[in-house]
């Protein structure tokens, strides 16, 4: 706990605080149910709310919190150390809410902002398809206008909080091929021809829903769309940027949590006649993964600071963290679960929850594949 | 006729804790340096009893006060965060600071409970490193106040304060005037979250700084502590097989 504090500013280290007293006691006790029974805690995520943490980086006119990127990972950190999965969905929530919060004119944020940063509806952010994951800007999913509707055709896969949540941040395409032919639109859950496939059966994110979302002639109106026609790629990414550093946050919240499991192990576990921490391996180990936590904590907090100054290598370095934070992460929680030996592959251990809630980290939200095409791009471009 | 009066000020007095105990090597003390602290948790009751009452609009203006090193700042902080509107911090440090005990607090918090008029005075009934359980008592008898301690229920009516105690027999319920000296039981209230607005707002909350000999307090401790040790490690213990075994065992170790 001690080394997460250093570098924050008193106001931050209350925040953190307050995320770290919110997991222990509203989310830690209920972690492996919430993923054994499959439970979308409504309850828990709205006194989350309650506390600021619906928007935290939406504009407090509209009932957000009004906070740093800084501030919202040292939060999702925090809050991580007691649910992977339920703060991840929260994190992709606050992302749809500043979306409309940023790109939406203000009818649209004091129609949706207000509702989203209480929790009192739950939000989803609708961009993959059954054929377009990685190359998303390929997406199919049309939205043909007549007079003040749009019409939309097509169907999203691999959606959190699908079929449960309220407001769809849908990209669809309103123009030709290609990322300047998306648009941006709001869906509300109720509107006909709106539907929603089976819920998947997943490895880990089991306290969020994520389904299929289908559009067959579907009516939307033109005045739920964000922006212009033709920006809804660009605002996606931009959702994308901040969603990269929150999903890296979640990562080093598990980091930490395993790095102190597996500590709090080896003290007590014996073989050999001795404690497991006078093994030399174990304790290089465990030097390893603290080593690459801290490091992996700088890579996000950085990466979090030039995003909210909107410096030039923002995007690069919330790429970097991302690929860095989740691939090393998930390397440490999994070195964590070994050092429990057979107990940690036991699902009464919470160790093994926290690598299988981690493991998509570094699929979503852009492969970790992706992050190198998008790094790369930026240092093979000539100014 | 019940005077309309009520109560303008009261004092809460939060107190940081060490999260973990190490004895020194030298058997002097407790490690301090570097230890995490966090606000004693029966205080956060009393932070949280004195916001209520202000909801309640029977008292005008909760004063979070602390004494230690800079430190103790950021405990002031998080009771502002949770709804008190201002703080007063009692810079003690050093060697002070290693011999603060309640009697130093209570004649702090005498002194200033004079200077600040309050009416109430709410602390923690005990703080859960040390587990003296004495600053509210001293503090009472320091002003000659009544005190309501082990508070599991209070109710303001008037210059009156109903106090339900938790004490060894069941429940005591007590009247007192004000001003009074309340200690915070663990059944009083259950501590709010501080929420993220409130924290910001925090911020512009004022923090005053105040030295003990500013309130013409003397820090010197009466107590000099000779040694600190920790708990001898438990022995293993012994299995016998019959009942005059175990008699004789016992009689052995002159236990009978």
Same mark, same amino acid.
């Given at each position: 706990?001690?080394?997460q504090?250093?570098?924050l500013?008193?106001?931050?280290?209350?925040?953190?605080?307050?995320?770290?007293?919110?997991?222990?006691?509203?989310?830690?006790?209920?972690?492996a149910e919430?993923?054994?029974?499959?439970i979308?805690?409504v309850e828990?995520?709205?006194k989350a709310?309650?506390?600021?943490?619906g928007?935290?980086?939406v504009?407090p006119?509209v009932g957000?919190?009004g906070?740093?990127?800084?501030?919202?990972?040292v939060?999702?950190e925090?809050?991580?150390?007691?649910?992977?999965?339920?703060?991840?969905? &929260?994190s992709?929530?606050?992302?749809c809410?500043w979306? &409309?919060d940023?790109?939406?004119?203000?009818?649209?944020?004091?129609?949706?902002c207000?509702?989203l940063?209480?929790?009192?509806?739950?939000?989803?952010?609708?961009?993959t398809?059954?054929?377009?994951?990685s190359?998303?800007a390929?997406?199919?999913?049309t939205?043909?206008?007549?007079?003040?509707?749009?019409?939309?055709?097509?169907s999203?896969?691999? &959606?959190?909080?699908?079929g449960d949540?309220? &407001?769809?941040?849908?990209?669809?395409?309103?123009g030709?091929?290609?990322?300047?032919?998306?648009?941006?639109?709001?869906v509300?859950?109720?509107?006909?021809g709106l539907?929603?496939?089976?819920k998947?059966k997943?490895?880990?994110?089991?306290s969020?829903?994520?389904?299929a979302?289908i559009?067959?002639?579907?009516?939307?109106?033109?005045?739920n769309?964000?922006?212009e026609?033709g920006?809804?790629?660009g605002?996606?990414?931009?959702?994308?940027?901040?969603?990269?550093i929150?999903?890296?946050?979640?990562?080093l919240?598990a980091?930490?949590a395993?790095?102190?499991?597996?500590r709090?192990?080896?003290l007590?576990?014996?073989?050999?006649g001795?404690?497991?921490?006078?093994?030399q391996?174990?304790?290089?180990?465990?030097?390893?993964?603290a080593?690459?936590?801290?490091?992996?904590?700088?890579?996000?907090?950085?990466?979090?600071t030039?995003?909210?100054?909107?410096?030039?290598?923002?995007?690069?370095?919330?790429?970097m963290?991302k690929?860095?934070?989740?691939?090393?992460?998930?390397n440490?929680?999994n070195?964590?679960?070994?050092?429990?030996?057979g107990?940690?592959?036991?699902k009464?251990?919470a160790?093994?929850?926290f690598v299988?809630?981690i493991?998509?980290?570094?699929?979503l939200e852009?492969?970790?594949?992706?992050?190198?095409?998008?790094?790369?791009?930026?240092?093979?471009?000539e100014l | 006729?019940?005077s309309n009066r009520?109560c303008?000020?009261?004092?809460?007095?939060?107190?940081?804790?060490?999260?973990e105990?190490?004895?020194?090597?030298?058997?002097?003390?407790v #490690?301090?340096?570097?230890?995490?602290?966090?606000?004693?948790?029966?205080?956060?009751?009393?932070?949280e009893?004195?916001v209520?009452?202000?909801?309640?609009?029977?008292?005008?203006?909760?004063?979070a006060?602390?004494?230690?090193p800079q430190?103790?700042?950021?405990?002031?902080?998080?009771?502002?965060?949770?709804?008190?509107?201002?703080?007063?911090?009692?810079?003690?440090?050093?060697?002070?600071?290693?011999?603060?005990?309640?009697?130093?607090v209570?004649?702090?918090?005498?002194a200033?409970?004079?200077?600040?008029?309050a009416?109430?005075?709410?602390?923690g009934?005990?703080?859960i490193?040390?587990?003296?359980?004495?600053t509210?008592?001293?503090t009472?008898?320091?002003?000659d106040?009544p005190?309501?301690?082990?508070?599991s229920?209070?109710?303001l009516?008037g210059?009156? #304060?109903k106090?339900?105690?938790?004490?060894?027999?069941?429940?005591?319920t007590i009247?007192?005037?004000?001003?009074? #000296?309340?200690?915070a039981?663990?059944r009083?209230n259950?501590p709010r979250?501080?929420?993220?607005?409130?924290?910001?707002?925090?911020?512009k909350?004022?923090?005053?700084?105040?030295k003990?000999?500013?309130?013409?307090v003397?820090?010197?401790?009466r107590?000099?502590?000779?040694?600190?040790?920790?708990p001898?490690?438990r022995?293993?213990?012994?299995k016998?097989?019959?009942?005059e075994?175990l008699?004789?065992?016992?009689?052995?170790?002159?236990r009978?």
């Amino acid at each position: 706990y001690n080394e997460q504090v250093y570098g924050l500013t008193d106001e931050q280290k209350e925040f953190q605080k307050v995320a770290f007293d919110f997991a222990a006691n509203e989310m830690a006790p209920h972690m492996a149910e919430w993923d054994q029974k499959e439970i979308f805690p409504v309850e828990t995520m709205r006194k989350a709310a309650q506390l600021g943490f619906g928007g935290i980086y939406v504009q407090p006119d509209v009932g957000g919190s009004g906070l740093s990127r800084l501030d919202t990972s040292v939060i999702f950190e925090a809050l991580s150390t007691g649910c992977v999965s339920t703060t991840a969905y &929260i994190s992709i929530h606050n992302m749809c809410a500043w979306m &409309i919060d940023t790109f939406g004119n203000n009818e649209q944020r004091e129609k949706f902002c207000p509702d989203l940063c209480l929790m009192e509806k739950f939000a989803s952010y609708c961009l993959t398809e059954p054929g377009s994951g990685s190359d998303a800007a390929s997406l199919l999913t049309t939205a043909q206008r007549k007079g003040d509707l749009y019409i939309l055709n097509g169907s999203k896969a691999f &959606i959190s909080g699908g079929g449960d949540t309220d &407001i769809y941040v849908v990209m669809c395409r309103t123009g030709g091929k290609g990322p300047k032919g998306i648009s941006c639109l709001v869906v509300e859950k109720g509107t006909p021809g709106l539907s929603f496939g089976k819920k998947e059966k997943k490895v880990g994110w089991n306290s969020q829903p994520t389904r299929a979302v289908i559009f067959e002639d579907c009516a939307v109106p033109v005045i739920n769309r964000l922006g212009e026609e033709g920006q809804g790629f660009g605002i996606a990414m931009k959702g994308l940027n901040g969603g990269r550093i929150n999903i890296a946050s979640c990562s080093l919240g598990a980091a930490h949590a395993c790095v102190q499991l597996a500590r709090d192990h080896l003290l007590v576990r014996k073989q050999f006649g001795e404690t497991l921490s006078n093994n030399q391996f174990l304790q290089f180990r465990l030097a390893e993964m603290a080593t690459k936590l801290v490091a992996s904590r700088l890579l996000v907090r950085e990466a979090a600071t030039a995003l909210q100054d909107g410096r030039p290598d923002a995007v690069s370095l919330c790429s970097m963290a991302k690929l860095f934070v989740t691939d090393e992460c998930f390397n440490i929680c999994n070195q964590a679960l070994q050092m429990h030996g057979g107990y940690g592959y036991l699902k009464d251990y919470a160790v093994q929850q926290f690598v299988r809630d981690i493991r998509v980290h570094q699929i979503l939200e852009g492969t970790n594949e992706v992050m190198r095409m998008i790094i790369s791009r930026n240092l093979l471009t000539e100014l | 006729m019940h005077s309309n009066r009520y109560c303008n000020r009261i004092i809460v007095l939060p107190f940081s804790v060490l999260l973990e105990i190490r004895v020194k090597p030298d058997n002097s003390g407790v #490690v301090t340096d570097g230890v995490k602290h966090s606000m004693n948790p029966f205080c956060e009751i009393a932070v949280e009893e004195a916001v209520k009452l202000k909801e309640k609009k029977l008292i005008k203006e909760v004063v979070a006060v602390s004494c230690g090193p800079q430190q103790s700042q950021e405990t002031i902080r998080t009771a502002l965060a949770m709804g008190a509107d201002r703080g007063i911090h009692v810079e003690v440090a050093g060697k002070d600071y290693e011999t603060l005990g309640p009697l130093q607090v209570s004649k702090i918090m005498a002194a200033l409970a004079k200077k600040e008029d309050a009416q109430l005075i709410i602390l923690g009934k005990q703080a859960i490193d040390d587990d003296c359980n004495q600053t509210g008592q001293m503090t009472a008898a320091l002003l000659d106040w009544p005190q309501g301690t082990f508070a599991s229920e209070v109710s303001l009516d008037g210059d009156k #304060v109903k106090v339900v105690r938790e004490i060894d027999g069941g429940l005591e319920t007590i009247k007192i005037s004000t001003p009074a #000296v309340l200690t915070a039981d663990l059944r009083l209230n259950t501590p709010r979250y501080a929420t993220l607005p409130n924290i910001m707002k925090a911020k512009k909350k004022k923090i005053a700084n105040v030295k003990p000999a500013d309130l013409g307090v003397d820090l010197t401790s009466r107590l000099e502590v000779l040694k600190v040790e920790e708990p001898p490690q438990r022995q293993a213990g012994v299995k016998v097989e019959t009942v005059e075994d175990l008699v004789g065992k016992l009689k052995e170790t002159g236990r009978i």
